[in-house]
């Protein structure tokens, strides 16, 4: 099928697949888990990287890999992106190529990012020149947020072993992903907005993992300028975010959140009840 432009292929697998294990009890049971898959990729013929991935949207995680790597400046310039689960490989065709491809991926960085994520190129030096805007989020709509995503993560309550994320807008959300390491997630994610011309400025993207360098790194370039995780954070992730002007909220559970940077930007609207342990605190270093 076309999307955009671009000839595409529709390889969508099923997240999980049933297995038999044991229990605690010796008794045989079906069970689903997370149905990991390498996906290798080419570009113009020539082997770039491999991905581990649910494989349940392919064709958007190597959409948003390729732009998150900044191989490709446009959606145009991409001519067709087809998956073959057969040979474990997506093959993608520039219309132009892609200069420097070479040095390019020479210049190979390994993260922290679950299974291990990759980044290429100089990618801090084009970081370094991105500047979000200043927008301004409540305490009130983050709650109802995160309220609303204790719906979804439906691969992780059947089969665990898997991260998700998603982008949102207010206390609404747009899209939710969940793949084997939250870097896929935010891909595709990534993928799709790119695919459809989407803005950030306006979004937030949430995530179970850690926030790290890389997490920032590409919710930087998808524009978005708020980044809201359960998890914690890495000093490099927090540095990047100080640098690019990234909100980061992490450690956000029910009515609990720390905002690392960009406290100046949420207005706590909506502070729950400080409990008897925390206002004792509080007094004694007023004193």
Not at 94 to 121: D, M, N, S
Not at 149 to 155: A, K, P, R
Not at 156 to 174: E, K, N, P, Q, S
Not at 198 to 213: P, V
């Given at each position: 099928?076309?999307?955009?432009?671009?000839?595409?292929?529709?390889?969508?697998?099923?997240?999980?697949?049933?297995?038999?294990?044991?229990?605690?009890?010796?008794?045989?049971?079906?069970?689903?888990?997370?149905?990991?898959?390498?996906?290798?990729?080419?570009?113009?013929?020539?082997?770039?990287?491999?991905?581990?991935?649910?494989?349940?949207?392919?064709?958007?995680?190597?959409?948003?890999?390729?732009?998150?790597?900044?191989?490709?400046?446009?959606?145009?310039?991409?001519?067709?992106?087809?998956?073959?689960?057969?040979?474990?490989s997506v093959?993608?065709?520039?219309?132009?190529?892609?200069?420097?491809?070479?040095?390019?991926?020479?210049?190979?960085?390994?993260?922290?990012?679950?299974?291990?994520?990759?980044?290429?190129?100089?990618?801090?030096?084009?970081?370094?020149?991105?500047?979000?805007?200043?927008?301004?989020?409540?305490?009130?709509?983050?709650?109802?947020?995160?309220?609303?995503?204790?719906?979804?993560?439906?691969?992780?309550?059947?089969?665990?072993?898997?991260?998700?994320?998603?982008?949102?807008?207010?206390?609404?959300?747009?899209?939710?992903?969940?793949?084997?390491?939250?870097?896929?997630?935010?891909?595709?994610?990534?993928?799709?907005?790119?695919?459809?011309?989407?803005?950030?400025?306006?979004?937030?993207?949430?995530?179970?993992?850690?926030?790290?360098?890389?997490?920032?790194?590409?919710?930087?370039?998808?524009?978005?300028?708020?980044?809201?995780?359960?998890?914690?954070?890495?000093?490099?992730?927090?540095?990047?975010?100080?640098?690019?002007?990234?909100?980061?909220?992490?450690?956000?559970?029910?009515?609990?959140?720390?905002?690392?940077?960009?406290?100046?930007r949420l207005?706590?609207?909506?502070?729950?009840?400080?409990?008897?342990?925390?206002?004792?605190r509080t007094?004694?270093?007023?004193?």
């Amino acid at each position: 099928m076309e999307r955009h432009g671009i000839l595409m292929s529709d390889a969508g697998l099923a997240a999980s697949e049933p297995v038999t294990a044991v229990d605690e009890h010796g008794a045989s049971r079906i069970t689903p888990i997370a149905a990991e898959r390498p996906l290798t990729l080419y570009v113009d013929k020539r082997e770039v990287v491999t991905l581990m991935t649910l494989g349940s949207q392919p064709e958007l995680l190597v959409l948003g890999w390729l732009r998150n790597q900044r191989l490709v400046e446009e959606p145009g310039g991409i001519a067709a992106i087809q998956v073959d689960w057969e040979t474990e490989s997506v093959a993608v065709t520039t219309r132009q190529g892609i200069a420097g491809l070479e040095r390019r991926l020479a210049h190979k960085t390994v993260t922290t990012g679950c299974g291990q994520g990759t980044v290429f190129g100089d990618l801090m030096e084009e970081v370094e020149r991105i500047r979000l805007p200043a927008a301004r989020f409540s305490q009130s709509r983050i709650y109802a947020l995160l309220e609303a995503l204790g719906s979804h993560n439906e691969i992780y309550r059947r089969a665990g072993a898997v991260h998700g994320c998603a982008l949102c807008r207010d206390d609404r959300i747009l899209h939710f992903v969940e793949d084997v390491g939250r870097h896929n997630a935010v891909d595709t994610i990534a993928g799709l907005m790119w695919l459809e011309g989407m803005e950030g400025g306006d979004k937030i993207f949430y995530t179970t993992g850690r926030l790290t360098s890389e997490m920032v790194i590409k919710v930087a370039q998808m524009g978005v300028p708020l980044l809201l995780s359960r998890s914690g954070l890495t000093l490099m992730g927090l540095e990047i975010a100080r640098r690019v002007g990234v909100t980061l909220i992490a450690r956000a559970r029910g009515r609990h959140f720390l905002v690392y940077h960009g406290a100046d930007r949420l207005d706590f609207d909506a502070p729950p009840p400080r409990r008897v342990g925390e206002r004792l605190r509080t007094a004694a270093g007023r004193c």
